[in-house]
């Protein structure tokens, strides 16, 4: 699977919109954009994903570039209970052998009220 | 309540003894996953599991050994070869009949050895 590139923290004032960028030049055409994030001490937890087209679910907003090179998390509106580390994952859409996902580091949140 | 669960959440081992981490799930998924997260880190696939009675190692398996003898239940066993086991352990698992690979995670278990 293609690898993607995070910074490592970023903060956040409460109840501003956050903009989690995400590169990954080396993505495929069959590559999906998934995005977890783990809240402390906790598992992983889906946020959303994406191919070509931008998302929206309750969580977040996914915005993916043109060429499909960088993605942009959004949560429109940070609250404390966003802090947490945000993993941006690509996944074969075509290979399902083993079907894992791989995380790198991620990007550590930090969210002030 | 659909869910993925593991136990315990704190678990205590000596040095030389062998422990069995629980994972069960009842979403009816094909594949389960074992992940190691040390601290800082990101996670790491130790074992899975896209069938029952089968299973693959993943990039860090030695020192660890699982079985998949029912669907509902993917357990994972610390060894003692396994030569630096404290870590957070994590659970996963997803149907296989999807390209999108949404996986689901367990609440964790924290292993610490004495």
């Known amino acids: 699977d293609a690898k993607t590139t995070q910074p490592n923290s970023m903060e956040s004032n409460e109840e501003e919109p956050v903009h989690l960028p995400c590169n990954h030049s080396?993505?495929?055409?069959?590559?999906?954009i998934h995005w977890y994030r783990q809240l402390p001490s906790q598992g992983p937890e889906y946020v959303i994903h994406g191919l070509t087209s931008n998302v929206n679910n309750r969580m977040a907003s996914l915005a993916i570039a043109e060429d499909r090179k960088s993605s942009t998390l959004i949560l429109h509106r940070a609250t404390l209970r966003d802090a947490a580390v945000y993993y941006c994952?690509?996944?074969?859409?075509?290979?399902?052998?083993?079907?894992?996902?791989?995380f790198g580091g991620g990007t550590r949140l930090m969210v002030k009220p | 309540d659909g869910g993925i669960t593991q136990s315990p959440k704190y678990l205590f081992r000596k040095e030389g003894q062998n422990v069995t981490l629980s994972c069960e799930q009842n979403l009816n998924h094909d594949a389960m996953y074992w992940y190691r997260q040390d601290p800082g880190q990101g996670l790491r696939l130790i074992y899975y599991?896209?069938?029952?009675?089968?299973?693959q190692k993943g990039d860090i398996a030695e020192g660890y050994s699982v079985s998949r003898e029912k669907k509902e239940s993917f357990p994972l066993t610390v060894t003692s070869a396994q030569k630096n086991p404290t870590a957070f352990y994590l659970c996963a698992s997803k149907w296989t009949e999807t390209s999108t690979d949404t996986q689901y995670f367990g609440p964790g278990t924290r292993l610490t050895v004495l």
């Open positions: 080396t993505i495929s055409g069959t590559d999906y």
């Open positions: 994952i690509l996944r074969d859409g075509l290979n399902n052998a083993g079907n894992m996902l791989t």
């Open positions: 599991s896209q069938i029952v009675n089968d299973f």
